[in-house]
């Protein structure tokens, strides 16, 4: 806005209006023109320009919001001026026709402006617009350092031509620089599809289907176990599929062709133990006039990991049902018991829920670690975390990261969560001054190594042992029962609940 400001300063209104016209300042821009270098096509018409008007200074202009800048100059030392001084930018208000001024010490536009009264002592201007898109861009024009008459029709008509071919000239330059970009910009597009292609494992081909040529990157033959090439046939291209895979492979692939335009497959190739599998994906990209594809592209990849995965998935689907099984059974009696020790259908969704959470943290630790352990020390901090504040944290813990077990994981999960759920509603949490201390080490040698968990409320309300046994405290004893020679004890001692639970340690340390 202030760059607006500063030009209008200098300009009549009318002027200004035509200077900051969006299309002609769009279309400025879009030829990225401004300050490149020097052209000699330009120099030769400004030259043409000069000879025809017979004037020792011709420009090239282009006229942006606070300077005209000059693409070609001859007989001026500097390379721009702002446009509050420019006489282009009245050429450019003025229309498409010729402006000429024939004394401007003697017109009242220009008797004040520095390039009168200064070491330019420019009396004489004529100037047509150069247009581009159907925008005044800037000018070709010329000037002299003392008044001259007014030029013949003639004269001003081959100004005007030249200007047309300049305006033609930037079109052209724009338009084969942009190419040049382009074909730029694909090269690097090929370079990297390449190397996309390399990084991914990814071999790609196309195949002619009436000559049942395909034409491919090395990596095709590598993945069939073929010579190295860069032409094959499809038919030595099948004869390397597994002959368990061949009939699925052909009627997959010729189903998915009077279908569709795109096949996906995978099969087995011969000569890999264990097996290689490879995937194919394929796409129609042209017909004949029956509608019978000629041309397809596609790519193959090796896909022998993700199947060797798959196995992997489905030895852990198995456990995986074995651990749902224990998993129902643990949830049906959490909800009976809560039912039973619940005074209201609120209070049991309310800590059902809860206690369905904390089993569920534990439950997805052990899948994305496809239950194999979780390490101690991430279960505690998930578990607590709802019961505690980052900024002023109240729940310490310490101790060496050790490996739980899936069945010790799920226990423990469910005991830490009703003892922080009974801190904040009775405990230490209850009180901004109370807090809790929980440890675990490791006990005994290799064979007979064991973990014990210590949590230690203080700083909370008076303890009393309650009147009547919870499910909460039953939960937190029975919750191992599962794990062989666990122990639990829980005590509600004045200063704040203690609790110390041991068990096998089975995993190694991390």
């Known amino acids: 806005m202030n760059s607006r400001v500063e030009t209008a300063a200098g300009l009549p209104a009318e002027v200004a209006r035509a200077v900051h016209d969006e299309h002609r300042l769009a279309v400025l821009h879009w030829l990225e023109m401004l300050d490149t270098a020097a052209d000699p096509d330009f120099d030769r018409i400004g030259g043409f320009a000069a000879a025809v008007m017979r004037a020792p200074i011709a420009l090239v202009t282009l006229v942006d919001l606070d300077r005209q800048w000059f693409k070609s100059c001859s007989g001026m030392e500097e390379t721009q001026i702002t446009t509050a001084i420019s006489f282009c930018a009245h050429a450019i208000a003025a229309g498409d026709e010729p402006m000429v001024v024939t004394d401007a010490a003697a017109d009242q536009r220009f008797h004040a402006n520095p390039l009168v009264t200064g070491k330019h002592h420019v009396r004489f201007y004529a100037g047509v617009p150069i247009i581009v898109a159907g925008a005044r861009i800037g000018t070709l024009c010329v000037m002299h350092r003392k008044p001259c008459a007014h030029p013949s029709r003639s004269k001003l008509d081959q100004l005007k031509t030249l200007a047309g071919l300049a305006g033609s000239l930037f079109t052209l330059k724009h338009a084969t620089r942009t190419g040049a970009v382009a074909e730029a910009a694909l090269a690097r597009e090929e370079k990297r599809r390449a190397v996309a292609l390399d990084a991914a494992s ?239 080490k490791a006990q005994g040698k290799n064979g007979d190594r064991r973990l014990v968990f210590t949590w230690r409320e203080s700083g909370g309300p008076e303890v009393a042992p309650p009147e009547r046994q919870g499910f909460g405290s039953i939960l937190i004893r029975r919750s191992l029962a599962k794990v062989i020679s666990s122990e639990v004890t829980h005590e509600f001692r004045r200063d704040g609940v203690f609790a110390e639970i041991s068990m096998p340690l089975e995993y190694l340390s991390r």
């Open 202 to 440: 990814l071999a790609s081909w196309a195949w002619d289907v009436r000559t049942d040529v395909i034409d491919c990157d090395v990596r095709l033959p590598e993945l069939f176990n073929l010579p190295r090439s860069t032409r094959l046939r499809a038919r030595d291209v099948l004869t390397a599929i597994d002959p368990r895979d061949v009939h699925q492979t052909e009627t997959s692939f010729r189903d998915a062709l009077t279908g569709s335009d795109d096949y996906f497959g995978e099969y087995r190739v011969n000569g890999f133990h264990p097996p290689r599998w490879v995937a194919t994906r394929g796409r129609v990209i042209e017909c004949d006039g029956e509608g019978k594809p000629t041309l397809i592209f596609g790519v193959n990849y090796d896909i022998s990991e993700r199947k060797l995965g798959d196995e992997r998935q489905r030895l852990l689907l198995r456990e995986l049902n074995h651990r749902v099984k224990n998993t129902l059974a643990t949830v049906q009696a959490v909800a009976t018991q809560t039912v039973r020790h619940a005074r209201q259908p609120s209070e049991f969704l309310k800590a059902f829920s809860a206690r369905l959470q904390a089993l569920g943290i534990a439950h997805g630790l052990l899948s994305d670690r496809e239950w194999r352990g979780i390490g101690i020390r991430e279960l505690v901090q998930i578990e607590i975390r709802p019961f505690d504040n980052a900024a002023q944290p109240r729940l310490a813990i310490s101790g060496a990261d050790l490996l739980l077990s899936p069945d010790q994981a799920v226990g423990l999960g469910l005991i830490l969560h009703e003892l922080a759920s009974n801190a904040l509603q009775y405990g230490s949490l209850s009180v901004a001054s109370g807090k809790v201390d929980l440890d675990w």
